[in-house]
């Protein structure tokens, strides 16, 4: 018989000692795995709240205001039509000052041909709510400064009534000095939709925020390179970096930016994105000036609106997106050209330019203005009397990030005109008394007499200069500029007083107090013994004016100020007749725009409009008209200030004026000359 089997003996568990808890208890294996997974959990919980925390920043900001917009400021719109006065010198000066260009044969917006007085030109066109105007080919013939002929330069039809557009004068930005022109999405022109994404990102619609291939992509070229070359950010990814984003080249932005992009796809459709990202790319500078989206930069390369642009300047701007300062096509006209051709291939090889355009738009320059449309107002002085206007209205906080239209009375060839008259005559003033050059300042204040409206302001010697303005805010002797409000007053009872009516013009001495006295002397240090008010105002007598004024009383020749509109407060002395009293040359301008309106009194007006960034009317500034004094009394005053013109002290305006030309005037010294109107 076989053997029996052993039967198998059971084997001991060897065990290894543990050391023990203390207190002795061992942890059971079991809670490591509780305790790892609490702290996957916490960590999800973490990540979920991070996660909400950026999708309500992307929510909060995509759907609030997305941008500060600065405030922007228009001269008056140059209407023309026959009998509209202007001459060619002035109709090209504001073409100059709006950048169009002068060219053989106008085919585009912004261009204009000049042969002698006749001009022909392409508008661009405007549109401010129900205030639009088409863009026009215009063929203009001026003779001795009218428009006498106006057509049409395509069908040759005569043209009522055309406008170019307003010259932009001034942007009150935002504190950070962003500026952007918002564009919606049917507002680009479909080519440059399709010249940025075959650039930029050509699986936009198909993505959700991150395109894998793109990075795998680039990541290889920049491995190869050994340097970062290529990236792999879709526009959706760029727009958050722009966006939400600093510019940061760490791992945590780069999630971050991952992240968002996915949630941004989430939330939003593809077309709100795109419109945002046109709005938001950076394509320039300006100096401390950032240019922003494609409707500025139109704007601020080509003085064009985007809705006007050709393939090869489309071709530009989508080009300058991979670097607006490496491709900057002023300083890089090299870099840019070829950065140009290449996204005219790639629109080529897509399809959306045939071989004759490709051709044709690869053999143009760059077409970029060669002085750049500047941020910086040049037009300060109107801009500072724009600004203390809207301050009854509109925050500061509202003017730099509302995106408010402001619509200006300003007439930019009045301004310029005004501009070189007072540099002009500082200059001929200072060589023909030998002094030396800067000594002299001056300001001006130009007004439509009718309307009350301020057609132009000069503060400085320097036009540019945005520093003290003299126009608005020096306050200086007015002298004789007085005299007219006290013969008003006495005209203004056609009982006592006319033209006619004589007053004595001999010596005067007026008691002050008991140990003073003031005694009036005219500039010529004689008498006229008895003189009619026409002669005394006409030769600016001084002491038949105190005379005067006294014998009506102070308060009433005070009144008589008032009620031409100087609000500032005027203390009755004797020496306010001869023009003790301190103004500035805008209030100036409002107590004789009262006289040239025959007495009816408009507050001066710098602003015409305000509109928001919708285009909706937020304000008008309509003219407002009261009887100030009586306007037989206002006519008799003018009529004696035409003589002042004529035979008194601004006789030399004959030699300045045309000999047709009628005008009414007064001119004013203080002491040794130190100041005058």
Do not use: C
């Amino acid at each position: 018989m076989p053997p029996k089997k052993k039967s198998a003996k059971p084997r001991r568990r060897t065990t290894t000692a543990r050391k023990s808890s203390p207190g002795g208890r061992r942890r059971p294996p079991s809670n490591w795995r509780r305790y790892a997974l609490r702290m996957l959990a916490l960590l999800a919980v973490l990540l979920a709240g991070y996660v909400a925390w950026l999708d309500y920043s992307v929510r909060q900001h995509f759907e609030g205001k997305r941008w500060s917009l600065p405030a922007r400021v228009f001269a008056r719109p140059l209407e023309l039509h026959v009998g509209q006065g202007v001459s060619a010198d002035a109709l090209q000066r504001e073409l100059e000052l709006l950048h169009y260009r002068r060219v053989t044969a106008p085919r585009a917006p912004g261009e204009y041909r000049r042969e002698g007085d006749q001009l022909t030109l392409y508008t661009r066109g405007f549109g401010f709510a129900a205030d639009t105007e088409p863009a026009h080919a215009l063929s203009i013939v001026l003779r001795e400064g009218q428009v006498v002929a106006l057509r049409d330069a395509v069908s040759g039809r005569s043209v009522a009534l055309a406008r170019i557009e307003p010259l932009l004068i001034a942007n009150i930005y935002p504190t950070h000095n962003e500026d952007r022109l918002l564009v919606q999405l049917d507002e680009v022109p479909p080519m440059l939709v399709a010249a940025l994404l075959a650039v930029e990102d050509r699986q936009f619609y198909a993505h959700h925020g991150l395109s894998p291939a793109s990075i795998a992509r680039a990541a290889v070229a920049n491995l190869r390179a050994g340097r970062a070359v290529q990236g792999g950010s879709t526009i959706t990814q760029q727009l958050v970096k722009n966006f939400y984003l600093s510019n940061d080249r760490t791992l945590r932005r780069k999630v971050n930016e991952a992240i968002m992009a996915l949630l941004l796809e989430w939330h939003y459709e593809k077309d709100d994105i795109l419109e945002a990202y046109l709005n938001e790319i950076y394509l320039g500078q300006d100096g401390a000036r950032s240019i922003h989206g494609f409707g500025l930069a139109s704007e601020f390369y080509f003085q064009r609106r985007l809705d006007q642009l050709e393939a090869h300047q489309i071709a530009l701007l989508v080009g300058i997106v991979k670097g607006a300062s490496y491709y900057d096509p002023r300083r890089h006209p090299e870099r840019a050209l070829a950065r140009r051709n290449l996204v005219l291939d790639v629109l080529h090889s897509q399809g959306h330019l045939s071989d004759a355009e490709r051709a044709s738009s690869r053999g143009r320059g760059l077409d970029v203005v060669d002085s750049r449309p500047s941020g910086v107002t040049p037009f300060p002085a109107y801009l500072d009397v724009v600004r203390e206007q809207l301050k009854r209205d509109y925050r500061e906080e509202d003017l730099r990030s509302e995106g408010l239209f402001i619509f200006t009375n300003m007439d930019p060839a009045i301004q310029v005109a005004a501009e070189r008259a007072v540099t002009t005559r500082l200059q001929q003033l200072e060589a023909g008394h030998g002094m030396s050059a800067g000594s002299l300042q001056a300001a001006t204040v130009v007004t439509a007499a009718g309307q009350g409206e301020l057609l132009a302001v000069v503060g400085d010697r320097d036009p540019r200069y945005a520093g003290f303005n003299r126009a608005l805010t020096a306050r200086r002797p007015i002298g004789s500029l007085i005299k007219p409000a006290i013969y008003l007053s006495a005209l203004a009872r056609p009982a006592d007083y006319t033209l006619v009516t004589r007053v004595d013009d001999g010596p005067l001495e007026v008691r002050l107090a008991a140990d003073q006295s003031w005694t009036p002397a005219n500039y010529d240090q004689t008498h006229h013994g008895e003189v009619t008010l026409l002669d005394a105002l006409v030769h600016s007598y001084n002491v038949s004016s105190a005379r005067l004024g006294l014998s009506l009383g102070l308060e009433e020749v005070a009144r008589t100020v008032r009620a031409l509109g100087v609000e500032r407060p005027i203390n009755p002395y004797p020496s306010m007749l001869l023009g003790a009293v301190e103004l500035s040359p805008l209030e100036v301008s409002q107590m004789y725009q009262t006289l040239a309106a025959g007495g009816y009194r408009a507050p001066l007006r710098a602003i015409r409009q305000v509109m928001d960034r919708n285009s909706n009317t937020l304000q008008r500034y309509p003219l407002e008209i009261e009887e100030a004094v009586d306007p037989a009394a206002a006519y008799l005053v003018t009529t004696a200030l035409h003589e002042v013109t004529r035979r008194g002290t601004a006789a030399s305006l004959q030699r300045l004026l045309p000999t047709d030309l009628a005008v009414a005037g007064k001119t004013g010294t203080t002491d040794d000359l130190r100041d005058s109107w």
